[in-house]
């Protein structure tokens, strides 16, 4: 894949789950919008964020977004349409359906896992959701045990 924009809860929950260089592989760019690498108030994380394929960018044009979206959210649709850029990581479920409008296509942290255990770049989905939860990601039961089916892995 060529480019994609990147929200900030995707970019924490890869690294929570030791997968943050999955995008690496799998997108020759990632823009960040500004907004997202403030977000990022992880040390190492805004330092990975600033590196290549990694590509921190401001918003020239805003529009108009559903307020119950955070900063981030905001400015990775408004930079995707911007950009022209097709793709978004985004998790959030509102902010997901807010892109589709926008005519994007919205990724998860958990499509990014099934496409990079499809392409050899973890090895099993469900360690990934392990070690994302052990460093702190919530996720119901319900959603772990539809991921890992979703992943072949039950």
């Given at each position: 894949?060529?480019?994609?924009v990147?929200?900030?809860?995707?970019?924490?929950?890869?690294?929570?789950?030791?997968?943050?260089?999955?995008?690496?592989?799998?997108?020759?760019?990632?823009?960040?919008?500004?907004?997202?690498?403030?977000?990022?108030?992880d040390?190492?994380?805004?330092?990975?964020?600033?590196?290549?394929?990694?590509?921190?960018?401001?918003?020239k044009?805003?529009?108009?977004?559903?307020?119950?979206?955070?900063?981030?959210?905001?400015?990775?649709?408004?930079?995707?349409?911007?950009?022209?850029?097709?793709?978004?990581l985004?998790?959030?479920?509102?902010?997901?359906?807010?892109?589709?409008?926008?005519?994007?296509t919205?990724?998860?942290?958990?499509?990014?896992?099934?496409?990079?255990?499809?392409?050899?770049?973890?090895?099993?989905?469900?360690?990934?959701?392990?070690?994302?939860?052990?460093?702190?990601?919530?996720?119901?039961?319900?959603?772990?045990?539809?991921?890992?089916?979703?992943?072949?892995?039950?």
């Open positions: 894949m060529e480019i994609a990147c929200d900030t809860s995707t970019l924490i929950r890869l690294r929570k789950g030791k997968a943050l260089h999955c995008l690496t592989h799998l997108f020759k760019k990632i823009c960040i919008p500004t907004g997202v690498q403030k977000e990022c108030l040390h190492v994380l805004s330092e990975a964020s600033q590196k290549p394929p990694f590509e921190v960018q401001m918003v044009n805003s529009f108009n977004l559903n307020k119950v979206l955070g900063l981030g959210e905001t400015e990775a649709i408004n930079l995707a349409v911007e950009l022209a850029v097709e793709i978004i985004i998790d959030d479920e509102e902010a997901a359906k807010t892109a589709l409008k926008f005519n994007l919205p990724l998860k942290s958990k499509d990014i896992l099934l496409i990079a255990k499809e392409n050899g770049m973890i090895t099993s989905v469900k360690a990934t959701l392990d070690t994302m939860r052990a460093n702190g990601e919530n996720f119901t039961d319900n959603m772990y045990r539809k991921i890992i089916k979703e992943a072949g892995e039950i």
